[in-house]
């Protein structure tokens, strides 16, 4: 595997992290209501 | 729009920055492109630091006032901080399987010492779900908060007292032992991540505030609002 593909997924990774458990909160945030 | 999808909004567009610093700052003559890993793996395990200093704060805050406003915090940032140093282990290891040619050495005294306070903290987020009382929780969880966070320090410290595989810190308030552009770029993300730790901060506190109102809620109506069980209901 080329070094520039382990360094993109690794940031995609990371990233989907972040964004996955931002999206986490928003949708229990829904379910929660107001 | 509310104040959490505001500073949400500041941190991609913070984010957004980080990543475009961290893909266009020089690569490293030996190692390559896999240096860009440092930029998310040094502002995550800053902020996994930063979490647990807050978590212990909120929790010693909790044990003197009892205000469930602290036991937020300390959960909202612990849960944070145990995803940020998830995030600075998997990326260590990567640009070390890389640059060190293994992954993990527990040898090593600082990925010895983070990998006990990932589990350490894992185990507080588990405490947390196994008490359903939220006063008992509280005062719980704070205990422990208070005594874990004694491994921020020796995680911080473990490069300089135990001189193994790991190096040392290359931003320090003495001088930055890096080129600047590589400096800039690690700098620009921590200010990105902390501004997203913030934002995701504030989200949890408002979610935990929420889901108490539902809980209180649904307390208050006891069984009035309870639906029947299929095998209670006759005429079916």
């Given at each position: ?34 | ?12 567009v913070?984010?957004?920055?980080g ?5 266009t ?6 190692q ?11 502002p ?11 978590t ?137 991540f ?14 935990a ?28």
């Amino acid at each position: 595997m080329s070094d520039q593909l382990i360094v993109v997924g690794t940031f995609v990774i990371s990233y989907g992290v972040m964004f996955g458990y931002a999206t986490y909160l928003h949708l229990r945030r829904r379910r929660a209501g107001n | 729009m509310t104040r959490v999808k505001v500073l949400l909004a500041i941190a991609s567009v913070a984010m957004a920055v980080g990543l475009w610093f961290a893909l266009t700052a020089p690569a490293d003559t030996l190692q390559g492109d896999f240096t860009r890993i440092i930029n998310i793996h040094a502002p995550s395990m800053w902020l996994a630091f930063l979490a647990f200093g807050l978590t212990a704060l909120g929790s010693a805050m909790w044990l003197i006032r009892k205000q469930s406003r602290w036991d937020r915090l300390a959960q909202a940032s612990a849960e944070l901080g145990v995803m940020f140093t998830a995030i600075g282990l998997f990326t260590g290891m990567v640009w070390g399987q890389a640059v060190w040619g293994r992954a993990w050495d527990w040898g090593d005294a600082r990925l010895a010492t983070t990998a006990v306070m990932f589990f350490v903290y894992l185990g507080y987020l588990a405490l947390r779900g196994a008490t359903l009382d939220p006063t008992v929780r509280a005062q719980r969880s704070a205990i422990l908060g208070v005594i874990a966070v004694v491994q921020v320090p020796l995680v911080y410290f473990s490069v300089n007292l135990f001189r193994t595989l790991h190096q040392t810190q290359s931003i320090r308030l003495d001088g930055i032992t890096m080129p600047r552009e590589m400096s800039i770029a690690i700098l620009v993300n921590v200010v990105a991540f902390t501004i997203l730790y913030a934002a995701l901060m504030l989200a949890r506190i408002d979610l935990a505030k929420a889901e108490e109102r539902v809980a209180a809620e649904s307390a208050l109506a006891g069984d009035a609002v309870k639906p029947p069980r299929l095998s209670e209901v006759k005429d079916v």
